[in-house]
């Protein structure tokens, strides 16, 4: 219906471009599932632009009967829940407490959706020209290659993870990674473009320092027990870990060695490589492994 799209502001089907006259709309549908067939989360979106285009279809060919099959309507935003129930009001769409089973082809070209009914109890089916699925949102596949170029993490579900939800929900866990939208969970776009402000904000707040801090608790390497195995470099997720060819005098012998560099920048102080190396020769600058067999000596005493 967007004047400017392929169908020149028409409501048209796509499979044979009439106009259809009776509209279903199905929610949830890869959504909210308990079982492996679905995600487990709410899309959040759904039922706030299923109520939008119904109205907008309604608005526009009142002729048209639209009728929407809902598990319940989500409407956690302000004025959101006014906005439904114009539709149901004002618009007269037809709001079905109920699923969907299935939905069969018929021999003229529409489809028989089959649900269910639950308010009153009884099994339907509806004869439609068309069928709009409210479908998961889910993150485009290709975002664990972002996560790991940026060494940010992602979720069970392929959502980047904010460094924590309440008090930086628009950090990710490594320093300098900032997040805003879609790419962290599904959100419409009041909540993105809010969230797109707070993290501009962060990032200027970073560069408008003439100096920044960085956490003291670095790992240092100890050059003279390094074997440049790389063994470090291959846990460090934060890629702070490099290696130079450096003149090592060792006790009076001195040679030509590759050693590890740990770029105190970068370094998140995680202590994976301290954990990794063979030699031992890693440590964490204030949680030296020294240190810390001390105090745990002082504990068991
Ligand atoms: C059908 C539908 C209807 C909606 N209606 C409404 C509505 O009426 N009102 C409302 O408030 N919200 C609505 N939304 C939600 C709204 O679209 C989102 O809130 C908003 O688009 C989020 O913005 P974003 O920038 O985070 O993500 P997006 O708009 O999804 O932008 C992400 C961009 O990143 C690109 N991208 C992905 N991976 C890569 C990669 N590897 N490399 C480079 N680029 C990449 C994508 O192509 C895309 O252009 C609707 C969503 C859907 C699906
Ligand atoms: S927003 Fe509504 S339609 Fe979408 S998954 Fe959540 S409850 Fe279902
Ligand atoms: S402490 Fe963690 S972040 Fe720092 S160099 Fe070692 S592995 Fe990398």
């Not at 759904?46 to 109520?51: D, I, L």
């Not at 020209?129 to 949102?137: N, T, Y």
Request: proline share 6%.
């Amino acid at each position: 219906m967007n004047a400017a799209g392929p169908t020149k502001g028409h409501l048209e089907r796509l499979s044979d471009g009439k106009h259809p006259k009776e509209i279903v709309f199905v929610q949830c549908v890869g959504s909210r599932c308990n079982d492996n067939k679905g995600k487990s989360y709410c899309s959040k979106i759904c039922c706030m632009y299923t109520a939008k285009h119904a109205m907008l279809i309604r608005d526009k060919y009142p002729d048209v009967n639209v009728t929407v099959f809902y598990i319940d309507v989500r409407t956690p935003g302000k004025n959101f829940d006014e906005f439904y129930r114009r539709a149901v009001e004002e618009y007269g769409v037809n709001y079905v407490k109920g699923q969907v089973g299935k939905v069969t082809p018929e021999p003229d070209g529409s489809l028989t959706v089959h649900g269910v009914d639950l308010l009153d109890n009884k099994q339907l089916k509806v004869k439609a020209d068309m069928v709009v699925l409210a479908a998961a949102i889910e993150p485009n596949p290709s975002v664990r290659q972002i996560a790991t170029m940026l060494t940010a993490s992602i979720d069970t579900n392929n959502f980047l993870t904010e460094a924590h939800p309440k008090l930086r929900p628009v950090e990710s866990p490594t320093a300098g990674v900032f997040l805003s939208g879609v790419c962290q969970g599904p959100k419409d776009i009041p909540e993105t473009v809010s969230q797109a402000g707070a993290a501009a904000i962060k990032v200027v707040g970073l560069l408008a320092k003439d100096k920044l801090l960085t956490n003291p608790c670095t790992a240092k390497p100890d050059e003279l027990l390094c074997n440049g195995c790389s063994a470090c470099a291959n846990v460090c997720p934060y890629g702070a870990i490099s290696y130079e060819e450096k003149l090592i005098n060792d006790h009076g012998v001195r040679e030509t060695r590759r050693v590890a560099q740990v770029n105190n920048a970068l370094c998140q102080g995680c202590g994976a490589c301290t954990v990794t190396c063979p030699s031992g020769a890693m440590d964490l600058q204030g949680f030296s492994n020294r240190q810390i067999i001390a105090e745990v000596d002082a504990i068991c005493r």
